[in-house]
């Protein structure tokens, strides 16, 4: 893992970030000015109120470097809150840009999930690295140069103490470090193991319900718990002595420089001014060090979730230009679709082996076979989603790799097997792509569909707004919202996935009345589920194990070939 | 001047409560918007429940007070180490306070060179504090954690508890678990870095008013004050401010979660549509105004802790120029100055605090709705015993209870009457006025179309959903009056969505028989093809299985489910889809093994989507819309027209690779 406090491909990715992040490190070091400030008019306030007597100017001066350093705090962070929104903002529209770009095919499955978390709350976790840990960063750099200047300045002795036990922090840090990171590490197992018993056992809360167990855990639940508690402590021993032996060497180092400069002061060898800037600058040294070096463990998720999210833009292809689009040519969707050779081959298995096919235009046919045979894959290919590993995928001629996708697919309609509803209302789910689309046609594609009686008992109609992914509808309902969107499209080809699945015998009929209508005058494809689909096809194709058979329906039934 | 604001690592790298606060409000706050209470009462439901656009959780201070009365009381056997603590956190804060006014004092009396034995005790003394703030801040962060790690095991045992007491239960989902974890995990954040610190930082406000009021009361008075506002008006102020954001923030977030989801699980349908710019743009303004209103909200919640400093640097300013005024002695002006700036710091700390329990308010909310809605039924929970476990020892239960079959002699006859179960008011029924008999010892197929209701007859029948109307009866007793210890041992089996947990191999199937021995395992495993497998790894049936599993194949872990509820051997075995995710070949192998190794005279309901294998089963049910539409043997069905006869065709067809259309 990146473990660099500061990722420098920020700065590329986001320029936008370059001037606040500039703005950032100049106020870390006025900032550290304004330490000096502050500690040098007090110091010398102090040291008039010795004599019993006010000294007016360092007192306003006190009170202007104590306002100046609250107008700082006020900017350093509300120019690093603005950083993470920047930044935020920014990679956010990347991520979910890079996924368009990647495409569907790349995006399927457990990766949506990662992704959309990632985009989402992922990203919230770059608040707490801006604004915590960054300006922590810069002042560890500018406080302690700034008071090394100031105290050499007025007592050089003491600069030079300073100078040479302020690594010591960094130093015995690194060393301790380790030493805490290997101790952790030994425990992780161990730790990581006890702390996913509780989420294992909620998780399998239904399952030990189902064998009479639930009750009887609760003991070994405390029990785990309670172990838990005891190797965590022994982690924690080991940080927090760790932490201990820093703020000691800190608070030595500042002992071995107000020892002399004491002694120095009953010898009458330094002023009182001198004496007390050097006592309330001192410790400012080593403070920001070892703050930075604490926030940083918080910092590292945030960090983490910048480095996934620059990963993922990383891989994606970079955008297409509007010149090189418009010379792609688009192929027409009433020509022939030609397989040739086609093989598709994923990181673990092979979907399609060599699959040569020809699709005439206007012809229906049905694919069937079990399961994870490739058949989505022989659809996603024509969708351009997947892309051969070997071979070509041909329409009226023209190589789809080669073709304007977006062209292309605007000559299709797709019926996925659990089409994608979006948080949107009704008419603008059915609507995708086309969202001026007038209210007539709509009302015809509802009507095809057969989602008008749907409409009708939804409380605001086709304005109805829908809950995330669709929530509200049922399995019958959605996949009329997807036939209608198909209806809509009104293309010359049309790419069904097992349309019927997950439905029941009554909506079946239904979907299965209104996939006829769609599917009738035009060039259809057809992952068939049930029997009844395959009744209106011309041709029917077999996929197992990557191969694709044709069949030949008899109408009493027999074998095929 | 800051020496007593001193950094604190935090090894369990969890987020402080930075000043960004106000821009980030935990995440369990934003974007997921779900309602108070854990949803774990209802009978299962389909869909996750509504997310609806309220995002604010409970509004105002007052269930969150009720919410922290909660957590307090499960506090209260430890209430001696959590004072303990809060006592070593102020004298950490003390130290440091005692160590600049005593240096400064020091370092100024001897500007007026006195002999070196006037200053002897002050130079014992700052070396003192100097070594015992340490000291005392790394036992103070140890004893802090010791408590409050105890009262988390507690109350983790007790939400196990109360969710355990329930009869029934949804699956969650993933983001739910780990909400619930992270909810937990709030008590520890609410006693460490809220009470423990404002405890602290308050006893020493008191010490170091009382202190300078020894030297001069009016400087006493005006520190008073500026503790005061530090203390008690900032963090009302903070308070405000990070409950707004959090408010005018969470619906552009929810919004904002909502896009990244459509982007990413619908991407394959933007695409094909040709709306993947569309919804980009949409989503990209969106991103844009978020960062407009975070970055106005950071401009507000900042300005606080500016006032902090300011006021640290005034009231100091301020107690000089008192202290002066009423002729307090230059020595103890300056002790006055020095001792000022720290404490008013340490008085700062109530405004992280303060973010910090803001923050915290939604998740405290739910644990406390959890456990005080069933703390009456839950058994008294004590501190937590002495021994510490081995990892991976006993993450199961002992084998302390009956084993095996509890064939308590009598008839097993499962009875169906009307019986009617709807997830939702107004839902289509997912069981419709079902009535089914199961006499005992026979063997019956469930099949039929997705949602026509098989798994929620295996649901019933476990006692898992519990009917809206009719009756079951099992062995002629209603299924509610068993107990619900007693209902899995004659009723039960493989269930959708087994869960296998991160334990052995062992240990997982012993979950099903406790009791069993090493023939029994390798019998059940045998039937469920499990067996080759755990013999192939080096360590046998202690093999441990990844988290959720995740170590086995789906096919593996399928087996090992079937084989914990073969090995469990119920009089009535329920298998929901027992040969899910197998190949088809596998799948006959293991369904055939599986209905050889049932007892003779144990009833088996069979769920199922495959048709395969059927053919000696004593009868098949069909079920489309929570109804019985066919029933009869395998050659019966075959030879009517109907579901069953489709489907046994176009599956022959799949897998064998003929046709045979019916005319």
């Known amino acids: 893992m990146n473990r660099r406090p500061f990722d420098p491909r920020l700065l590329r990715r986001v320029p ?17 000015a304004l330490v000096v400030a502050q500690a040098t008019t007090l110091a010398a306030l102090l040291a008039t109120a010795f004599d019993a007597r006010l000294d007016r100017p360092a007192l306003a001066g006190f009170a202007a470097t104590v306002a100046a350093r609250a107008f700082v705090v006020w900017a350093q962070g509300t120019v690093a809150a603005r950083v993470a929104a920047t930044v935020k903002a920014a990679l956010r529209a990347d991520l979910l840009g890079a996924v368009g770009r990647h495409g569907p095919g790349w995006v399927a499955g457990q990766r949506a999930g990662q992704l959309a978390t990632l985009a989402g709350r992922g990203l919230d976790a770059l608040d707490a690295y801006f604004t915590g840990y960054l300006p922590q960063l810069v002042l560890s750099v500018t406080v302690p140069l700034a008071v090394l200047a100031r105290i050499g300045l007025a007592d050089w002795s003491s600069a030079v103490i300073i100078a040479l036990t302020l690594p010591l922090i960094p130093v015995f840090g690194a060393l301790l470090g380790w030493q805490a990171q290997a101790a952790t590490e030994r425990q992780w197992r161990r730790l990581s193991m006890l702390g996913g018993h509780f989420l294992d056992m909620v998780a399998g809360l239904p399952t030990l319900r189902a064998f009479g167990r639930a009750r009887a855990q609760v003991d070994v639940v405390r029990r785990m718990a309670d172990g838990h508690r005891v190797a965590t402590m022994r982690t924690l021993r080991i940080a927090f002595l760790s932490a201990l032996v820093l703020e000691l060497v800190a608070t030595l180092s500042v002992a071995l420089v107000a020892v002399p400069v004491g002694i120095r002061l009953l010898g009458g060898g330094i002023a009182l001014q001198t004496a007390l800037l050097v006592l309330l600058l001192t410790p400012e040294a080593y403070l920001p060090l070892r703050a930075a070096g604490s926030r940083f463990h918080a910092s590292m998720e945030g960090l983490t979730a910048l480095n996934d999210a620059f990963e993922v833009e990383a891989g994606a292809p970079a955008p297409a230009r509007d010149g090189e689009r418009g010379a792609r040519p688009v192929p027409d969707g009433r020509g022939e679709i030609r397989f040739e ?60 790799a080669d073709a304007d996708l977006d062209g292309w697919r605007r000559q299709l309609a797709w019926v996925p097997q659990r089409a994608h509803l979006f948080a949107a209302s009704l008419a603008d789910n059915i609507r ?114 990557g191969r694709v058979m044709e069949l030949t329906p008899a109408p009493t039934g027999g074998a095929a070939r | 001047m800051s020496a007593a604001r001193d950094p604190v690592p935090d090894p369990t790298g969890r987020a402080g409560a930075h000043p960004g606060g106000p821009a980030g409000p935990d995440p369990t706050l934003a974007g997921v918007a779900e309602p108070a209470d854990f949803d774990v009462a209802g009978p299962a439901t389909v869909d996750p429940p509504v997310r609806t656009t309220d995002v604010n959780g409970p509004a105002g201070a007052g269930p969150a007070g009720a919410a922290e009365r909660v957590v307090l ?22 130290a440091g306070l005692a160590l600049m006014a005593t240096a400064t004092w020091l370092l100024m009396s001897a500007a007026g060179r006195p002999p070196l034995d006037r200053l002897t005790v002050a130079i014992v003394a700052v070396r003192a504090l100097a070594i015992s703030r340490g000291v005392f801040r790394y036992t103070e962060r140890l004893a802090g954690h010791d408590a409050v790690l105890r009262i988390i095991t507690d109350v983790r045992a007790r939400v196990f508890a109360a969710l355990a007491a329930r009869r029934s239960a949804p699956a969650r989902s993933g983001d739910a678990l780990s909400r619930l974890v992270s909810d937990v995990e709030t008590v520890q954040d609410l006693l460490l870095r809220v009470l423990v610190p404002a405890a602290g930082a308050v006893l020493v406000s008191v010490v170091a008013v009382g202190g300078a009021a020894l030297i001069s009361p009016p400087a006493a008075g005006v520190l008073a004050v500026g503790l005061l506002v530090a203390g008690v008006a900032l963090p009302v102020l903070a308070t405000r401010l990070t409950r707004r954001s959090a408010a005018e923030l969470a619906p552009l977030r929810g919004a904002l979660a909502a896009d990244a989801i459509d982007l990413t699980h619908g991407a394959a349908d933007l695409a094909a549509f040709g709306a993947t710019a569309t919804a980009l ?25 500016a006032i902090g400093t300011l006021l640290a640097g005034l009231t100091a300013g301020a107690v000089v120029l008192v202290a002066l005024a009423s002729g307090v002695p230059g020595v103890l002006v300056g002790v006055l100055a020095v001792g000022t700036l720290t404490a008013v710091e340490v008085a700062l700390a109530l405004v992280g605090a303060a973010r910090q329990r803001t923050q915290l308010r939604t998740g405290l909310t739910r644990v406390a709705a959890l456990l005080g809605d069933t703390r009456a039924r839950v058994p008294g929970a004590g501190p937590a015993p002495r021994e510490e476990p081995t990892p991976g020892a006993e993450p199961m239960a002992g084998a302390e209870l009956t084993p095996g079959v509890a064939s308590e002699g009598g008839t097993h006859d499962v009875r169906l009457d009307d019986v009617t179960v709807r997830y939702r008011a107004g839902a289509a029924p997912a069981l419709d006025r079902m009535s089914l008999d199961l006499p005992a010892g026979r063997r019956v197929a469930v099949v039929g179309p997705s949602g026509a209701g098989k798994s929620t007859l295996a649901a019933v029948l476990t006692g898992a959903v519990q009917p809206g109307s009719g009756r079951v009866t099992v062995g002629g007793r209603d299924l509610s ?64 299985v990844g988290e959720e599993g995740s170590q086995l194949s789906g096919g593996q872990r399928q087996r090992l489910a079937l084989a914990r509820a073969l090995l469990a051997a119920p009089p009535v075995l329920v298998l ?11 799948a006959d192998a293991v369904l055939a093994s599986t209905l050889a190794a049932t007892p003779a005279g144990h009833s088996v309901l069979l769920i199922s989507h495959r048709l395969t294998g059927l053919a000696g089963l004593d009868e098949i049910v069909v079920l489309d819309a929570g109804r019985v539409v066919q029933r009869g043997r395998h050659g019966d069905l075959v030879a009517t027209p109907g579901w069953y006869r489709d489907q046994w065709l176009l599956q022959e067809a799949a897998e064998r690779g003929y046709l045979a259309l019916a005319p």
């Open chain 1, 16 to 32: 936008a970030a370059r001037r606040d992040l500039a703005l950032l490190a100049m106020l870390g070091v006025v900032a550290a």
């Open chain 1, 341 to 400: 050779s086609v093989t598709v081959a994923y990181e673990r298995t092979t979907a399609l082996r060599d699959v040569t096919l020809t699709v005439r235009p206007g012809e229906r046919i049905a694919v069937i076979g079990p399961s994870g045979a490739g058949k989505s894959t022989l659809l996603g290919l024509l969708l351009g989603f997947v892309t051969p590993t070997g071979g070509r995928v041909t329409v009226d001629g023209v190589d789809l």
């Open chain 1, 432 to 545: 995708l792509g086309a969202p001026d689309t007038p209210a007539d046609a709509l009302a015809t594609a509802v009507r095809d569909a057969a989602l008008d009686e749907v409409v009708a008992g939804l409380p605001d109609g086709l304005d109805t707004v829908l809950g995330e992914r669709g929530h509200g509808l049922s399995s019958g309902q959605r996949q009329r919202v997807a036939l209608a969107r198909a209806f809509l499209r009104d293309a010359p080809v049309v790419l069904l996935d097992e349309p019927t699945a997950r439905l029941d015998s009554a909506s079946e009929a239904v979907v299965l009345d209104a996939t006829r209508r769609l599917v009738a005058g035009r060039t259809a494809l057809l992952v068939a589920h049930r029997p009844a689909l395959l009744a209106d096809v011309d041709r029917i194709l077999r996929v197992e194990d």
């Open chain 2, 73 to 94: 009381r499960l506090a209260r056997p430890y209430l001696g180490r959590l004072v303990g603590a809060g006592l070593l956190a102020a004298a950490t804060e003390f």
């Open chain 2, 281 to 305: 743009r949409a989503a990209t303004d969106r991103t844009r105004r978020l960062a407009r209103l975070e970055r106005r909200l950071a401009a507000a919640g900042f300005a606080v802790d």
């Open chain 2, 481 to 544: 009056t068993y107990a619900e210890d007693e209902l899995p041992r004659v009723v039960g089996g493989l269930l959708a969505e087994a869960y296998v947990f991160h334990a052995t191999v062992r240990e997982n199937l012993l979950l099903g028989g406790p009791g069993a021995g090493e023939e029994e395992l390798a019998a059940a495993a045998a039937a469920a093809g499990l067996l080759d497998w755990v013999r192939e790894q080096p360590a046998g049936w202690d093999t441990v």
């Open chain 2, 576 to 586: 929901d889809e027992p040969t899910e995710g197998l190949d088809p070949a596998a």
